[in-house]
């Protein structure tokens, strides 16, 4: 039997991809709640396989060694787990396949495994959260030590004669630097999905959306056409500020509902379980049993998924809509599972009860996560208005300075020539050298605002476009340095 580039063998390590300890714990609670159905061996690999996992392509691996190559599933989980790039599933897979020798029913083994993996992520994700304290400090470190380079170079200028190619490379180096460390914040934070698409997600993630597709490219052809007829950029930058806002407000308050949402779901799971399982009833009439003002944040998804359900729409499709309208990938992915397994003969008490402990356990980790994040945007929104304001402070000297040398030098040649040679750097500033200075000093800010910005997003992981408030945030902060600043500086020179 031969195979290509596109067909690998089925044991083949280049067909198969690392797997994430959630990724894991998600494969382990489908198939436990799969299983708690009393579904045949075959049947439960067979499901495996399907999972949205990337685990899933094991299980592909081991349907096709057994199908194809009349492999029994103990000794085609041994061969395929051996060849597993993750440790976590190369374990697992000879775990199982010592339990499958051994005639252990498999519900329960998968349950167990579904546990221990629960620890092992949450073990996991809170290494990745001090990773990110750490390098979340660092950054701020990286910020101030970029903008000193800046500050630096503009001193330096008053003293000596300004090269444009080595201050150039330095302001170079240092957005690279602090490119790197939002880079470096966005690997070490968890790695995680939290929301549906928002075209197909809440009515407040699309409200969000149609702000951004509207709002934003708004904001930057007005931002360009004031700046092309001469604005003050402190005003241009407000009113670019406050066009960005009611995006950002926007997605603040899907991602909060969304967050609500996901810690009630772990107790709706539970609770309509054991509503139908108590009763003896379908999901469906459960529904319109439990008590819904105890979901305050679901009640209306819901609501509506009773309702569809009550006029006889295809349940599943019901209860993928429900899922997706919530705006929550996890409240999705779980309720395709929790309806899938009960839809097989699953009992809705047990399967409620394994789909809740991994949407519990996911949405406090997540939780801890929010906590992390709210630390570093405080923080980061401080130190970029300390940052800005600085470096127009320190522009604003030397333009008032370079001014004042003007205005007290001799203008006319006799007066020159009675005098000593002297040469001064501000003295021989020209307005093109100003301008220069100017450029680069609003380009850094401007600049390290999206920087910042996208270290912030980076670090919370919630919906992208809420992006769109931290950066709003910032360039108000900026703009009112430009425009505070500047007058000050003169007020206390002139004093």
């Known amino acids: 039997m031969t195979s290509s580039k596109s067909s690998p063998k089925p044991g083949d390590k280049n067909s198969f991809k690392m797997v994430s300890p ?10 436990s709640a799969m299983a708690s159905a009393g579904i045949s061996r075959a049947k439960t690999f067979e499901i495996a396989a399907l999972s949205k996992s ?3 392509v094991y299980f592909k691996a081991i349907n096709t060694l ?3 190559f009349r492999y029994d599933y103990p000794e085609a989980c041994h061969t395929i787990g051996l060849k597993a790039k993750s440790e976590n599933i ?19 083994f998968l349950a167990r495994e579904a546990e221990v993996q629960s620890e092992d992520y949450e073990n996991r994700y809170e290494r990745d959260l001090e990773a990110l304290k750490q390098w979340a400090n660092a950054f701020s470190s990286i910020i101030m030590s970029v903008a000193l380079i800046v500050i630096i170079q503009v001193i ?23 490119a790197l460390g939002a880079w470096v914040i966005s690997r070490s934070a968890p790695r995680e999905v939290m929301n549906v698409s928002p075209s197909v997600g809440s009515k407040e993630q699309k409200r ?6 509207f709002l934003v490219p708004g904001a930057i052809v007005l931002g360009l056409l004031m700046n092309m007829l001469g604005v003050p950029l402190g005003v241009t930058l407000l009113i670019v500020a406050g066009m960005l806002l009611p995006v950002g407000i926007a997605s603040m308050i899907s991602d ?8 009630e779901f772990s107790t709706f799971l539970r609770s309509v379980g054991g509503m139908a399982t108590s009763s003896g009833t ?12 105890s979901f305050p944040y679901l009640e209306s998804d819901i609501d509506r998924l009773s309702t569809r359900l009550q006029a006889l729409v295809e349940p599943e499709i019901c209860w993928h809509k429900f899922g997706q309208e919530t705006g929550s990938k996890l409240i999705s992915e779980v309720s395709d599972i929790f309806y899938s397994a009960v839809k097989i003969g699953g009992e809705p008490e047990r399967v409620g009860f394994l789909c809740s402990l991994f949407t519990a356990k996911t949405a406090q980790l997540r939780a801890k996560r929010r906590l992390t994040a709210s630390t570093f945007s405080g923080l980061t929104t401080v130190m970029q208005a300390v940052v800005a304001g600085l470096m127009v402070f320190v522009l604003s000297i030397v333009i008032n300075f370079a001014t004042m040398v003007e205005t007290l030098m001799p203008q006319n040649d006799d007066a020159l020539s009675g005098r000593p040679m002297m040469s001064l750097g501000m003295a021989e500033f020209s307005p093109e050298d100003l301008q220069f200075l100017s450029g680069v000093t609003v380009s850094m800010v401007l600049l390290l605002a999206v920087v910042s910005a996208s270290a912030m997003i980076a670090c919370d992981g919630g919906y992208k476009l809420k992006v769109s408030l931290y950066l709003s945030m910032i360039m108000f902060i900026s703009g009112l340095s430009f425009l505070l600043v500047p007058p000050m500086v003169a007020g206390i020179l002139t004093m």
């Open 90 to 108: 190369r374990s697992f897979l000879l775990r199982l396949a010592d339990a499958l020798r051994s005639g252990e029913p498999l519900a329960e």
């Open 282 to 293: 379908t999901l469906k009439q459960a529904l319109t049993k439990i008590d819904l003002s």
């Open 22 to 31: 959630f990724d894991m714990f998600y494969q382990l609670t489908y198939m």
């Open 54 to 56: 990337k685990a899933a």
């Open 66 to 68: 057994v199908d194809e």
């Open 156 to 178: 330096t200028s008053m003293i000596y004669s300004m090269d444009v190619s080595v201050m150039g490379g330095l302001v170079a180096t240092g957005l690279l630097m602090s």
């Open 208 to 213: 969000a959306l149609n702000l951004f597709k």
């Open 256 to 263: 909060r509902r969304m967050n609500k949402k996901d810690v």
